[in-house]
């Protein structure tokens, strides 16, 4: 029988990452669209707060649950701007990011072989984690048609008597949708309806475009007991290195097994980062708005470059940085393939553009490829420049 780890893929992206980085250190100009990390620096009021911390001594061991003044700033904000009606600060937990908040959320709410549903394509590392908590990931197929949103009838329907949870992430990573409110209350209905528990994903609350805003699903009627919400202060606040997430967490009992896996995972998030992150959530959010401002350009001058080169059908997405694309029919392919990789190796080596092939993102994914555009503007407007070209050229 193999290890529950020698399940966990290697990662497509970091893939792609090496093979960039390979041809950088041969002297060539790469550009950096396959991963989702903000290209801005942290405010400086948030730096300041970190020096500060370091000046003031405080790099000793802190709770392992967050400092308090980081808990009680993430306690005003969650229940003032997500609406979430935890009733104290020890219903937060600071995580090494997200991604550790989902890894301890999952090993907390699941027994082996219960399945959570969760949208397809994906990130990756969603699956995963359920599949390191015991779990079963089982996939919804998101459609171009319905604008790859998460529809409440395919949920319903792959609800089987294993089923434990409901994994929502919106705006979504792939492909930038974002679910409105009405949608999500069906979602909520539906958790209600069969018992089931939610994580909601919300680390790209911040980055929406237009006129979007954001529901926090754990806000609405009937999902407040049930909901666990997972946030990241690596999009709103450009701090991905830091790495500063945090959880919140309605029941008494799983509150209680999430301290337990904090307490032996990581024993508390770097104290020096959490200090930056009060300054972040109690200060200015002017910095924010500002990056969201400069992705929307981004997305706007990607899309349309998209939409005049050959092969791709995009999708304008309303959130998050990424832009997903479709691959055409007539794809002629590249050295002998015709699938997702077969793209992205050839912008790797024709022009030296990242991407992640759909594929990485689950089975749905296949034949569509991600852009992400959280790498510099100057970068985005030079792809921009290069896709029609090179792809009118394979
Ligand atoms: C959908 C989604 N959730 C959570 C995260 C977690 O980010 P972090 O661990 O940096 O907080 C990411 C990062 O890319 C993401 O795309």
Same mark, same amino acid.
């Given at each position: 029988?193999?290890?529950?780890?020698?399940?966990?893929?290697?990662?497509?992206?970091?893939?792609?990452?090496?093979?960039?980085?390979?041809? /950088?250190?041969?002297?060539?100009?790469?550009?950096?669209?396959?991963?989702?990390?903000?290209?801005?620096?942290?405010?400086?009021?948030?730096? @300041?707060?970190?020096?500060?911390?370091?000046?003031?001594?405080?790099?000793?061991?802190?709770?392992?649950?967050?400092?308090? =003044?980081?808990?009680?700033?993430?306690?005003?904000?969650?229940?003032?701007?997500?609406?979430?009606?935890?009733?104290?600060?020890?219903?937060?937990?600071?995580?090494?990011?997200?991604?550790?908040?989902?890894?301890?959320?999952?090993?907390?709410?699941? @027994?082996?072989?219960?399945?959570?549903?969760?949208?397809?394509?994906?990130?990756?590392?969603?699956? %995963?984690?359920?599949?390191?908590?015991?779990?079963?990931?089982?996939?919804?197929?998101?459609?171009?048609?319905?604008?790859?949103?998460?529809?409440?009838?395919?949920?319903?329907?792959? $609800?089987?008597?294993?089923?434990?949870?409901?994994?929502?992430? *919106? =705006?979504?990573?792939? *492909?930038?949708?974002?679910?409105?409110?009405?949608?999500? /209350? &069906?979602?909520?209905?539906?958790?209600?309806?069969?018992?089931?528990?939610?994580?909601?994903?919300?680390?790209?609350?911040?980055?929406?475009?237009?006129?979007?805003?954001?529901?926090?699903?754990?806000?609405?009627?009937?999902? %407040?007991?049930? *909901?666990?919400?997972?946030?990241?202060?690596?999009?709103?606040?450009?701090?991905?290195?830091?790495?500063?997430?945090?959880?919140? $967490?309605?029941?008494?009992?799983?509150?209680?097994?999430?301290?337990?896996?904090?307490?032996?995972?990581?024993?508390?998030?770097?104290?020096?980062?959490?200090?930056?992150?009060?300054?972040?959530?109690?200060?200015? /959010?002017?910095?924010?708005?500002?990056?969201?401002?400069?992705?929307?350009?981004?997305?706007?001058?990607?899309?349309? &470059?998209?939409?005049?080169?050959?092969?791709?059908?995009?999708?304008? =997405?309303?959130?998050?940085?990424?832009?997903?694309?479709?691959?055409?029919?007539?794809?002629?392919?590249?050295?002998?393939?015709?699938?997702?990789?077969?793209?992205?190796?050839?912008?790797?080596?024709?022009?030296?553009?990242?991407?992640?092939?759909?594929?990485?993102?689950?089975?749905?994914?296949?034949?569509? $490829?991600?852009?992400?555009?959280?790498?510099? *503007?100057?970068?985005? @407007?030079?792809?921009?420049?290069?896709?029609?070209?090179?792809?009118?050229?394979?």
């Amino acid at each position: 029988m193999s290890h529950i780890v020698d399940s966990i893929s290697f990662g497509a992206i970091v893939q792609v990452r090496d093979r960039l980085l390979e041809q /950088q250190a041969k002297g060539r100009k790469v550009l950096r669209l396959e991963s989702g990390d903000p290209s801005f620096s942290i405010p400086e009021h948030v730096r @300041e707060a970190m020096e500060k911390a370091l000046r003031d001594g405080h790099t000793h061991y802190t709770a392992s649950t967050g400092i308090p =003044p980081l808990r009680e700033a993430l306690f005003r904000k969650v229940t003032q701007e997500n609406g979430l009606k935890v009733p104290t600060p020890d219903h937060i937990v600071v995580t090494n990011g997200g991604m550790h908040g989902l890894y301890v959320l999952f090993r907390a709410l699941l @027994e082996p072989g219960d399945e959570v549903i969760i949208p397809d394509p994906m990130w990756t590392e969603i699956g %995963e984690n359920i599949r390191l908590g015991g779990g079963k990931p089982v996939p919804v197929r998101l459609r171009p048609e319905d604008g790859y949103q998460y529809l409440p009838e395919a949920i319903e329907a792959a $609800i089987t008597p294993r089923t434990r949870g409901i994994f929502v992430n *919106t =705006p979504h990573n792939p *492909t930038g949708a974002v679910i409105p409110r009405q949608r999500l /209350q &069906a979602i909520v209905d539906l958790a209600n309806k069969y018992n089931l528990f939610l994580v909601s994903d919300e680390a790209y609350e911040h980055v929406l475009f237009d006129e979007e805003t954001h529901t926090s699903l754990g806000s609405l009627p009937g999902a %407040e007991e049930r *909901t666990f919400s997972v946030y990241s202060m690596s999009k709103t606040y450009a701090m991905s290195g830091l790495r500063v997430g945090y959880v919140v $967490i309605p029941q008494k009992n799983i509150l209680e097994r999430v301290k337990k896996l904090v307490r032996c995972t990581i024993n508390g998030v770097n104290s020096v980062a959490q200090w930056g992150a009060v300054a972040a959530v109690n200060g200015p /959010q002017d910095a924010t708005r500002a990056m969201a401002r400069e992705y929307q350009y981004r997305r706007d001058v990607l899309y349309a &470059a998209l939409e005049k080169a050959p092969y791709l059908k995009p999708f304008k =997405p309303s959130g998050a940085f990424y832009l997903w694309a479709q691959i055409t029919e007539d794809w002629p392919g590249y050295q002998g393939a015709r699938d997702d990789w077969s793209m992205t190796n050839y912008l790797i080596d024709q022009a030296g553009i990242g991407s992640s092939p759909g594929s990485a993102f689950g089975k749905a994914g296949e034949g569509h $490829i991600r852009f992400a555009f959280s790498c510099s *503007t100057d970068q985005v @407007e030079e792809a921009a420049r290069l896709l029609p070209q090179v792809l009118s050229a394979a």
